[in-house]
């Protein structure tokens, strides 16, 4: 993929009304989408960090949309936690930071667009789950941002990618890449392809739950990987819901699939030998029932009873993409190496075939979560 210069941070810091001069900065977290800093600036009382992101215009064309939405949902939250006399509330959301003149983003001279956020002190990220209780916590966190935008229209919302979860979409995508072969990489890749066409009902079956009228549409966050929570670093509390680029209107479904595809693997996401792509039943029940908690007479029986539906959906859907990306030769997600996406690919229909050799197990899980 194409790999963006490194930033002026001093120049863009000092776009954004923060309070005193920049002092250094660092590239921070594991995305691969956009690029994120953490910087510092010598405040009146002492060192004060935050969050610079730069949006990819790549796969954002229309980074305004991404703008208004993370406002709006922050602010929508605030709201929220104040009606709710949470007393904390500045650590259970992202604070976004204006640009001098008072505008939620500033675009610098290569017309890139930029926002800024509070950091969040005194909490960690996992880009896997350690165990049963870090999975509950961020999952609950989860739940909690479902619940409490229950009561802002996804009306409200811009798409910000449209067709992000559209398997049809992805599916056709898939089928350009094979055919066109642009790399020379289909017959490595041809046990990934047959699988995916072997899936195409997953599709299917999405598709008309998923037409207008049979399960609601909300305020979703699209991207519940365990690594978009902030834990609490002493109590290991789920805190705040981050990374808000995807916030778009879509099913409850997706959120949950997006949670047991990135939570219950026992292997890292890019792992060479994807036979350790297994599910850990113990992992999906604390996470299940962590996000249901705070749902409790939100989710209609329907979205209850889809909830695995979402799960396989999502995880063949971001499998296709990795090996639509491979395919193509690597354009969207970032890589390290030589054959990254496909190592990705092969370990998430690695583990959606387990899931699906489980799911007895695991529709029984879901049931006995009231």
């Known amino acids: 993929m194409v790999v963006n210069p490194v930033p002026d941070l001093a120049a863009v810091a000092a776009a954004f009304d923060l309070p005193g001069p920049f002092v250094g ?56 936690y104040r009606r709710q006399g949470v007393t904390d509330s500045d650590r259970r959301r992202q604070v ?65 990618i449209p067709g992000f979860h559209d398997g049809r979409r992805r599916l056709a995508d898939l089928e350009d890449a094979a055919a066109a072969d642009a790399c020379g990489r289909v017959q490595e890749a041809a046990g990934e392809l047959a699988f995916v066409r072997d899936h195409r009902s997953v599709v299917a079956a999405a598709e008309r739950l998923l037409a207008p009228g049979v399960l609601p549409w909300r305020v979703t ?21 981050i990374d808000l680029d995807t916030v778009m209107p879509g099913s409850a479904l997706f959120d949950f699939g997006d949670m047991v595809r990135s939570f219950v693997s026992a292997a890292p996401e890019d792992d060479p030998d994807p036979d350790r792509a297994r599910l850990r039943n113990g992992i999906f029940a604390a996470l299940a029932a962590g996000w249901l908690e705070p749902l409790a007479g939100v989710l209609t ?4 009873e889809h909830l695995l539906l979402g799960a396989r959906l999502i995880i063949l859907l971001i499998g296709t993409r990795f090996l639509t990306d491979h395919l193509r030769g690597d354009v969207y997600f970032r890589i390290r190496r030589t054959g990254h ?30």
């Not at 921070?28 to 610079?52: E, M, Q």
């Not at 902030?230 to 819901?241: Q, R, S, Y």
């Open 221 to 241: 966050h699209n991207d519940t990987k365990c690594n978009n929570v902030l834990l609490d670093a002493v109590t290991g509390e789920g805190l705040c819901v």
């Open 25 to 80: 900065g660092e590239p921070h977290g594991t995305g691969h989408i956009n690029d994120t800093y953490r910087v510092t600036v010598a405040g009146p009382a002492g060192p004060v960090r935050f969050i610079l992101r730069r949006i990819n215009r790549r796969v954002f064309p229309n980074p305004e949309l991404v703008v208004a939405n993370t406002v709006q949902v922050c602010q929508h939250l605030a709201t929220v």
């Open 301 to 304: 029986p329907a979205e209850r």
């Open 96 to 160: 976004p930071v204006p640009a001098r003149g008072g505008a939620w983003r500033h675009v610098d001279a290569a017309g890139d667009w930029w926002c800024a956020f509070l950091f969040q002190e005194d909490t960690v990220g996992r880009d896997e789950i350690g165990s049963e209780d870090e999975a509950w916590q961020a999952a609950r966190a989860f739940g909690r941002f479902l619940r409490d935008t229950t009561d802002l229209s996804p009306a409200r919302l811009a798409v910000t």
């Open 341 to 370: 996406n496909l190592d990705r690919c092969r370990n998430q229909f690695h583990l959606l075939a387990d899931l699906e050799a489980r799911q007895a197990d695991l529709e029984r899980i879901l049931r006995a979560i009231p």
